[in-house]
């Protein structure tokens, strides 16, 4: 395998669509299942001040969302997360997906197995909340994928994609 070049890769335009149909979905049933991102109720819990734990709640946010991504986010390995367009990322709204990026979506690969698990056995629609940072997850994904340095880690991390990628597909398509 050569270094992929992320500005040629398609996932990326997968993510985008998806990312638009998410603003499309209405009229969900709910029902109760295992919570897919438990680290949010912990940060729920442990902050001093009211955190937003969802980025979008209006179609001008998933606007805002799609322009932060196209803009070029990053993942340190540290965990901390950043926007590339200095104006996108002093937003005010850019804090909540701080948040959601650095505290809530899982980054060790256990983790992101454990939630592909979890998403298997999902029977109901996401919530919107599980439904945004499973994109989220799935564009930290795409960067490791295209960071990783051998061809175990990038297949490693490719597999992680697509199966996020097929959970996306499974919600957005599903009729009940």
């Not at 499309?24 to 001093?48: D, E, M, Y």
């Not at 979008?56 to 540290?78: C, R």
Request: glycine share 2%.
């Amino acid at each position: 395998y050569s270094k992929c070049d992320p500005a040629n890769m398609l996932p990326w335009r997968m993510i985008l669509v998806t990312l638009f149909y998410c603003c499309i979905k209405t009229g969900v049933t709910r029902c109760r299942n295992k919570a897919l991102f438990p680290a949010a109720s912990r940060v729920k819990r442990g902050a001093t001040t009211a955190v937003n734990t969802t980025f979008y709640s209006s179609f001008e946010d998933v606007h805002l969302l799609f322009e932060i991504l196209m803009s070029g986010v990053h993942f340190e390995d540290s965990g901390a997360f950043s926007v590339k367009d200095a104006e996108l990322a002093s937003l005010r709204k850019t804090r909540n997906l701080d948040v959601i990026c650095e505290d809530i979506i899982p980054k060790k690969l256990t983790d992101i197995l454990k939630l592909i698990s979890d998403l298997s056995n999902h029977i109901c629609h996401l919530d919107q909340d599980d439904f945004e940072r499973t994109l989220l997850t799935l564009v930290y994904t795409t960067q490791q994928m295209v960071s990783s340095t051998t061809e175990h880690q990038r297949d490693v991390w490719a597999e992680s994609f697509v199966s996020l990628y097929k959970a996306i597909k499974k919600d957005l398509t599903q009729t009940n």
